[in-house]
């Protein structure tokens, strides 16, 4: 392995939570919400020295008390986010501190994401600039056109499903960012391959799922209260 790595973390919980029935982020279990259980989860693997979290604007304020209050390892800073999730990505890359080379990315509504697997991302991002984890999928999958028709049947053995936290050496996303201009992109590596380099594949796990809906909220809360 190369020499001592100096690591980011940008947690991303400015969302509106439209499809959960509201700020999913904020949600409790086990007396934490979702985003101290997601910030927890990256922190423990000691791989991170700075996080930056961000928010919707209104709660900037608020979260910065609260994770000061329980005294949150390696915080730096609270951000307000933007009106996409890749918006909100740009101000939090922006508010990173100087010195460190490599930016792990992460949403707060994957509360489950295993130290290894932070581990495995982490690893693949060191030597290939540019890594996320992903799983197979197990349906087949169709491309519908506007007229409800199926136009095309995917190639399912090379499909995957792209999850975070996933990681990258900062210059490169930060090239990726400067180059690459729309608001769309539904993750990070989406706009570092939009700007032509390389990203390199690990394994997810399916315990990492990302919680939309307010019944996979639900269920997730009561997974973390039952882990105490
Ligand atoms: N996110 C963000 N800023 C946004 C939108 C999303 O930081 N403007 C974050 C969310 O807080 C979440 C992650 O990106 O941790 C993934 O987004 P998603 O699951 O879509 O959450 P929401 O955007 O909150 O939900 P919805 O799309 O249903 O409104
Ligand atoms: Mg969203």
Known sequence: ?????????????????????????????????????????????????????????????????????????????????????????????????????????HDAARPFASRSLIRRVLRAAEEHRAAIPAIPVHDSTVRVGRDGRVEEYLPRPSLRSVQTPQAFERGLLEDSFRRVDSEDFTDDASVVVAAGHPVFVVAGEHENR???????????????????
């Open 1 to 105: 392995m190369s020499s001592p790595r100096r690591v980011c973390a940008l947690l991303l919980a400015a969302g509106a939570g439209r499809r959960a029935g509201g700020p999913k982020q904020f949600r409790r279990a086990g007396g934490k919400s979702l985003l101290e259980h997601a910030a927890r989860g990256l922190l423990a693997g000691g791989e991170i020295e700075s996080l930056v979290v961000v928010v919707p604007e209104s709660d900037v304020d608020a979260v910065r008390h609260e994770l000061e209050r329980i005294h949150l390892p390696h915080l730096h800073a609270v951000v307000a986010g933007g009106a996409t999730r890749h918006l909100s990505s740009r101000r939090g890359v922006e508010a990173l501190p100087e010195g460190c080379d490599w930016v792990l990315i």
């Open 210 to 228: 990302k919680l939309t809906t307010g019944e996979e909220v639900d269920e997730a809360l009561g997974q973390l209260t039952r882990r105490g």
